[in-house]
């Protein structure tokens, strides 16, 4: 389990705080979404609990132990993470970026072995992008990349996975896929994922539980069902939307009749 506990950040030199006590808890073998509008502190949100960024206050721990306590190689043993954009400095091919996921496994001065290429094969067939893995990662589209960097994610065999924005490249068939296979497999291999989504409906339909952070403070934890409400999305958002339930789930969507401007009247005759 991954707790959280009243964690306090702000950027050296500045006197705002951008994480304003967030506490929460993420459980084994299920899918926590959180979700903010942009600037609300998410990815920074992630970068402290990866112990990439130090806070000022506050308690990160992993099955009990806490994070900031762990050397950077321990670290990458505890976390996955799947970042919102990379760029590698060097064309290196799929297989070598999922490979990178080994590092923990690997001694400093030896190379990857048969258990490494092994794991790093079956992740990237996981995510279906076997015929890329040849490819130099700078020549494939922002799509594949995030396929890629999730890939390297699973080969990480980590207790604990970060995604950030994992499905913002990805066509609707990947987005469903690519969630579809995340959950089955903190199901599966009992991880504890934590994942920021922009789309109240993705999260609704993935996850167990979702956290909502507004300006860097929590203002909501709880089951998607009780979470996603009309009044909610309004007041971090801004956003008019009518509730419904499809398939027994229930989804929203924006209230906006494009018919009703006046040039859509007038494009219809
Ligand atoms: N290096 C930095 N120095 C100072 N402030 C920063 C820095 N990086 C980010 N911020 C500020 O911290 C706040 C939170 O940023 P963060 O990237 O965590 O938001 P986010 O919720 O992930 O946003 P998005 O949904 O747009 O990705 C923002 O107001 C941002 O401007």
Redesign the pocket.
């Known amino acids: 389990m991954l707790s959280v506990k009243d964690l306090h950040f702000r950027?050296k030199g500045?006197l705002r705080e951008?994480l304003k006590g967030i506490s929460f808890e993420a459980h084994k073998g299920a899918i926590t979404a959180i979700l903010?509008?942009?600037?609300?502190?998410?990815?920074?949100?992630f970068k402290c609990i990866s112990g990439l960024w130090s806070y000022q206050k506050g308690q990160v721990t992993v099955e009990g132990v806490p994070v900031n306590e762990l050397s950077f190689r321990e670290r990458a043993r505890f976390f996955a993470i799947v970042p919102?954009d990379h760029e590698p400095p060097f064309p290196y091919s799929v297989l070598d970026v999922v490979l990178m996921g080994r590092a923990g496994y690997v001694g400093i001065f030896s190379s990857p072995d048969k258990e490494d290429y092994e794991r790093a094969e079956e992740a990237i067939g996981l995510v279906g992008i076997e015929h890329l893995k040849n490819t130099p990662y700078t020549k494939i589209s922002g799509g594949e990349r995030q396929l890629a960097l999730i890939a390297r994610a699973l080969a990480q065999s980590s207790p604990v996975m970060l995604l950030d924005?994992p499905t913002s490249h990805l066509d609707f068939r990947n987005q469903i896929n690519v969630l579809k296979k995340i959950r089955q497999i903190a199901l599966e291999k009992d991880l504890t994922v934590v994942v920021?989504l922009?789309d109240p409906n993705l999260a609704s339909l993935f996850s167990d539980k979702i956290l909502v952070i507004n300006s860097g403070s929590k203002v909501a934890e709880g089951s998607p069902e009780e979470i996603i409400t009309e009044d909610l999305i309004r007041r971090i958002y801004g956003v008019e939307v009518k509730k419904a339930f499809v398939n027994g789930q229930s989804i929203i969507c924006p209230v906006y009749h494009k018919y009703s401007f006046r040039y859509g009247k007038e494009a219809l005759g």
């Open positions: 950027h500045s951008v903010g509008p942009n600037g609300s502190g998410k990815t920074t949100l919102q924005e920021t922009h």
